[in-house]
């Protein structure tokens, strides 16, 4: 049973479910920090962390900043526009580069699958993958397990079904691999043209109709439509992905019964998920981001060495 992160997070694939629970456990102390009007705790104080973001984000960037900003670690934030990577320096180059100023942690998002994996192995510091091509997003994941267990009270056979685009997408893979190890039921429903092909062998239900998901789950984790990553072909138009498998109130409706809705962001309102139905009274997509500081504090917190006995005492008394 092993009750340490060990030196990096690059998915939930390779975490135990006592790991997993040792990270949302932790998170839970520190929700409470970002409630405060003094949203500083010394935890991390002295520490240096990077940010390279080398894909577009606004969540997972702008949460990991506030989490070490909150955690009083130092932080600066880089990007291939306006780096020297822009200059064909490279990914191991530029991370030892940032070494050589004696840095802490790197938290990296990335094109490429495995680049988290590619750079831990190769630097001093601790790796966090923010989003790695269509890999892995374990913060992302951890997130969205806190958030089924805060509305849930556990995740325990509970009926989750991941809708749309699995075939491109790392929180899919995250979410997969973490429900089923904390004992949730899980389905995925899309086009079979975004399905994996060895989809059924991530131990997963398979649904072909949105209706007969609906009818399944509790909870619908819905995912974006992602156009970037597609070169044509994957569905006939967008307004035909809505028809078929877009999340609607009519079809909610329908279940007779809640079903909470959950959306990791960027939406496509009215391709994937009309605006009453992200907008209304089942959904957590904003519970979701909030959870996503607290998640994203216990992972530094524990990768720096953290002791989760000590998280509530750790976020003690406000900086001043
Ligand atoms: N959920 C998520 O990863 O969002 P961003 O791309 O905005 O970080």
């Known amino acids: 049973m092993t009750k340490t992160l060990g030196k990096d997070l690059l998915g939930l694939e390779p975490l135990s479910t006592e ?33 390279l973001f080398f894909e577009a984000s606004t969540r997972t ?6 989490a070490e900003k909150r955690l009083s670690a130092d932080t600066v934030n880089v990007g291939s526009s306006g780096s020297s990577v822009q ?3 490279t990914l191991v180059d530029t ?42 997003h374990p913060t992302q994941g951890l997130l969205d397990l806190l958030t089924l267990r805060d509305h849930f009270g556990t995740l325990e056979r509970r009926r989750v079904c991941i809708v749309g685009d699995v075939l491109h997408s790392r929180v899919a893979r995250s979410n997969i691999w973490g429900l089923t190890k904390m004992g949730a039921e899980v389905a995925v429903c899309g086009p079979r ?34 156009l970037e990553r597609m070169q044509g072909g994957y569905i006939p138009s967008l307004r035909e992905y809505n028809r078929v498998f877009g999340v609607t109130r009519e079809r909610l409706d329908r279940a007779g019964r809640p079903v909470l809705i959950m959306h990791p962001g960027p939406m496509n309102r009215g391709v994937e998920i009309d605006s009453d139905v992200a907008d209304g ?23 720096a060495g953290g002791r989760p ?3 509530d005492a750790a976020k003690g008394a406000s900086e001043r």
């Open 19 to 51: 790991q997993i629970r040792l990270i949302l456990d932790t998170a839970e102390p520190f929700k409470e920090v970002s409630e405060r009007q003094i949203k500083k705790v010394p935890a991390l104080r002295g520490m240096t962390i990077v940010n």
């Open 61 to 66: 960037r702008i949460s990991f900043e506030f």
């Open 87 to 89: 200059k064909g320096e």
């Open 95 to 136: 991370a030892r580069n940032l070494e050589a100023m004696r840095i802490n942690m790197v938290v990296i998002r990335h094109s490429a699958s495995g680049a988290a994996h590619f750079l831990a192995d190769r630097i001093q510091s601790n790796v966090i993958n923010a989003g790695d091509g269509t890999h892995e």
């Open 193 to 226: 043209s975004l399905l994996p092909k060895d989809i059924a062998e991530f131990g997963v239900i398979v649904f072909k109709r949105i209706e007969e998901a609906i009818e399944w789950a509790e909870a619908l984790n819905i995912l974006r439509l992602q």
């Open 281 to 303: 009274e089942h959904s957590v997509i904003l519970d979701q981001v909030t959870n996503g500081v607290a998640v994203r504090m216990a992972v530094l917190y524990l990768l």
């Open 309 to 311: 006995e000590l998280a």
